[in-house]
């Protein structure tokens, strides 16, 4: 159905005036922004600025917040993890949460289909074909590269079509790097909608849709592809590149 001025897009993801605390630290001051449908947007900004917390508050991991967020239309601000993963949303945090003792298909295996729109482990093997290779190799034997791939396919066969994906390009050597831009741009044309937290704006510039950068734990600036580029010079000193 083609979206008209009667008949509204709903956005995937809606915040309105997020704060988050862990204990009596105050991380997030008031985050407003949405996601519609088939958008990929970027979060940029320092090491502390905020943006993990804003993806660990939408999925329920943080006790202490207020504000509204609103996932497919529905108030998700007092949900569990669980109950938020059951509508849809993947989370890929930067630690990756790899088992050791479990070979890859073991971990690709472990967390349950939420839904019935989740890919099968053939899909997966095709469109990660290092995967299909490695399925029986140990979590302690997997590159970080393919530690990474493991963890955003764990969601992708959960059923999740909002993804959180947390600095997915860091510290990986470069043909990786290339290897995750291609598998985002897959999932783009696919129709997920992906919230990217990126420190490095030479992988998020060309992938996203708009870029929110941020600051002590609220939106400093939102930019379109074209103004990122066009301010470069002035989000890298933002940024502290």
Known sequence: MIATASTPQRDVLRIEKLEAWYGESHVL??????????????????????????????????????????????????????????IGVGYCPEERDIFASLSCEENLMLPPKQSGSGMTVEEIYELLPNL?????????????????????ARILRTGAHLLLLDEISEGLAPVIVDRLFDLVVELRRR??????????????????????????????????????DAQSDFVDRRLGV
């Open 132 to 152: 299909a290779e490695r399925k029986r190799t140990p979590g302690t034997r997997l590159s970080g590269g393919e530690q990474q791939m493991l963890a955003i």
């Open 29 to 86: 001051h008031g985050m407003s922004f949405s996601l519609q449908r088939g958008e990929v947007v970027a979060l940029l900004g320092r090491n502390g600025s905020g943006r993990t917390t804003t993806l660990r508050a939408i999925m329920g991991l943080i006790e202490r917040r207020k504000g509204a967020i609103s996932i497919g239309g529905k108030n998700t601000i007092s949900l569990a993890p669980h109950q938020i993963a059951r």
């Open 191 to 228: 129709g997920y909608t992906i919230l990217l937290v990126e420190q490095n704006k030479h992988f998020a510039g060309p992938l996203a849709d708009r870029f929110l950068v941020v600051e002590h734990g609220q939106i400093a600036m939102r930019l379109t592809a074209d103004e990122l």
